[in-house]
């Protein structure tokens, strides 16, 4: 039943046009109105847009924040979906780990939809970035930066950006371990990961992002939301803060009965060491570990 | 032991132990021999004949063998063509013997054997005679063979030639009478080339040898042009392009450009040549200039005139595999990649990466194998968050965690000295290992998908099942959710 409703609602929003605002290749908003109206629409397709993991523990939330705007925009020609190419550095790799085709899946993103390129040093990735915007029959570029290097200025990201306007493709610049850079880019956003809604038995919830906007060539910048991504619907929601309460993680002790002793042992042990066998009386089943 | 022209000169013959010759000759200077120096100026040599033919085999130690079977003509004649190899290896500074004739093993015996003369050419049905006074050496056999025929008083080819053949045969096996047909004209071998033959070849060669980089590639855009038309009389489309650049003096240059789609269309090829041209680790080097050029198209296969629809679909999918083409190229093939599913429980083994280039056939195969292509990649039920992590480490990474016994989530965990509160949990998720794959497949997996008070969703897992696989189980984080 979900699922028939899902599938129609994807229909109609292939259905309905993407409204343009005055720019040449149209925008694609966050599904959110307040955002959208704001960014006047969305974001612009065919132009550079930045987002800087807010810490480097962030990078898996700009990486998944990027990968579901990008599942907006490939997902917009019902006909057929255009390819989206993902360029990364080993170095982000060694740090937050390789790209998971499953997890992309799991974000509504298909990955036979996406070619992932690999490169060691970052003048590749930028001529490679440079040379994926310019094949018009994608739907977009994701280019990962780690760190500064000095390759990526100014006149770097306005080549990408350029290179997008003429073509109609749209990158996403993800950065990471890196202060704010001087870039070209038409929006930049700074993304981090926020506490999700809890769902049954306060198991995480939704992808869930801070996102701020950093800068906007469009209009003002500083605003800051909180936003669930929602792979079924295929867009992004508002968070409540009331969703937010971070419930007390123990849903499986309950209280002990009065006057009982408690059952197991609390006794901190460095790991891969045995347990002294003491009888202590005051003791839960928690045990530290690994 | 070999000698120089020099040292012949002072009377000393190939075959002579180092001592005798050290007593002729004091003064002698002598150098181990090096098998792999030898081997290589060898295949140089070889790369080298490529220009006459593209059937060349190595004869070792020190000959290569040629079958000009109907390549003569295009350098004036077998004579012509005798004489410019000469000339160009002396100009190399080599000394070289050559000889032509109908069967390989002729031209062998003669231009290793014949004493005196640099040059032969044995007409058809005259070999029997030419090679009757060569040594029985000649023949190409085991040096006890050739001792025990020499002992019998037997010296040349030709005195072999006249015995009845089968006593031969009886005593010294049918492989000296095989060698001895072969040598004397009566049979006929291909040689085994050093290079497969591609199907598709096209050359140019240059009264005056062109080095412009520009002269080059607009001659290799001249010859896939000229390949182009051969391949579409046949209805193919190539797959795989090799520019040969012979310079002058001998050395070959191979410039190999590959596409994942069977193509003959002159400006996408060119276009990866010119990248290939630009991330050469060393750059060509025309030397005195390139007198040469050949295109060898392989990996030929039917190739079907896309069919341009009005929305333009099959140009889109042109356009990106010549982008990955192009940086295939750059970056390497294993750089360019698409993921594929596998069936299995295990996440890391559950996608791998092929190149996007071999991608389509990889797919074809996979989909035939597996009746579900579309489940390759399910998303996960509407309404309910992703269950796999964004990202995933190659190697899940230790943690020291503090968590309930015998099966709860973590309450606190370190990982790369940050302690992580989590704030809500769920799992486990247990994931067992693949027994039947090998005998130590691991230990049962708890996963669980965590969340500490940041909001950062990590995916841990506990390794091995409390008292029952171990005492002391391992916790790692082995992904990152968005």
Known sequence: MSQAIHQLRRQLETLAPS????????????????????LGGGLGLAMLHETYAAETADMASSSGFAASFMQRIAGRDRRKKRPVVWIRQTMSESETGRLYPHGLAGLGFDPANLIFVRVRQPIHFLSAGLEAVRCTSLAGVIIEAWGAPKELDLTATRRLALAAEKSGVTPFLLRAATD???????????VASAPSRALEANAP?????DITLLRNKAGTHGQSWRVEWHHDLGQFQLSKPEWNRVQSVRPRLGKPAPGKPLSGRVVSVPARQPVAASGSPTASPFKRTG | MAVSREAMALGLTPGLTLADARARVPGLVAMDRDRTADRAWLELMADFCDRYTPLVALDEPGGVLLDITGCAHLFGGERALQDDLQARCIKAGMDVRTAIAATPDTARAIARFTIGKTQAIIPTGQEAETVATLPIAALGIDR???????????ATIGDLAARP??????????????????????EDISIVPRRPLPPCTVERRFGEPIGRQEDVLAT?????????????????????FEASLFRTDGAVRRL???????????????????????????????GFGYDLLRLSVGACAPFQQAQTSLDGHEMADEDVAALIDQLGTRYGKQAVLRFVGA??????????????KDYPDHRLTHTQSIAMPDLEWAAPEPGEPPNLPVHMFEHPQRIEALAEIPDGPPLKFRWRRVLHEVARAEGPQRIAPEWWRSEDAGLTRDYYRVEDTKGRRFWVFREGLYSRETEHPGWFVHGLFA
Do not use: C
Not at chain 1, 205 to 209: K, L, Q, R, S
Not at chain 2, 171 to 186: D, N, P, S
Not at chain 2, 260 to 284: N, Q, V, Y
Not at chain 2, 343 to 356: D, F, G, K, L, N
């Open chain 1, 180 to 190: 704010e850079q001087p870039s070209a880019a038409f929006t930049r956003w700074q």
């Open chain 2, 165 to 186: 053949r089968t006593p031969l045969a009886a005593r010294f096996g049918t492989g000296l009478i095989t060698k001895l047909a072969r040598v004397l004209g009566e």
């Open chain 2, 144 to 154: 006890d063979i050739d001792l025990a025929l020499n002992h019998a008083g037997l």
């Open chain 2, 220 to 240: 290799i855009e001249h010859l896939i042009e000229q390949a182009a038309r051969m391949l579409e009389k046949r209805g193919e489309g190539g797959k795989s």
């Open chain 2, 343 to 356: 069936q299995t429980h295990i996440p890391e083994r559950a996608a791998y990466e092929v190149p996007a």
């Open chain 2, 256 to 286: 190999r450009v590959e596409t994942s789609l069977p193509t003959r269309a002159g400006k996408p090829i060119m276009r990866l040549f010119r990248e290939r041209i630009d991330t050469l680790a060393d750059p060509l080097d025309p």
């Open chain 1, 19 to 38: 409204q343009t605002y005055g720019l040449k290749h149209g925008q694609v908003g966050f599904g959110v109105s307040e955002i959208d109206a704001h």
């Open chain 1, 205 to 209: 919830g939704h992808p869930t992002f």
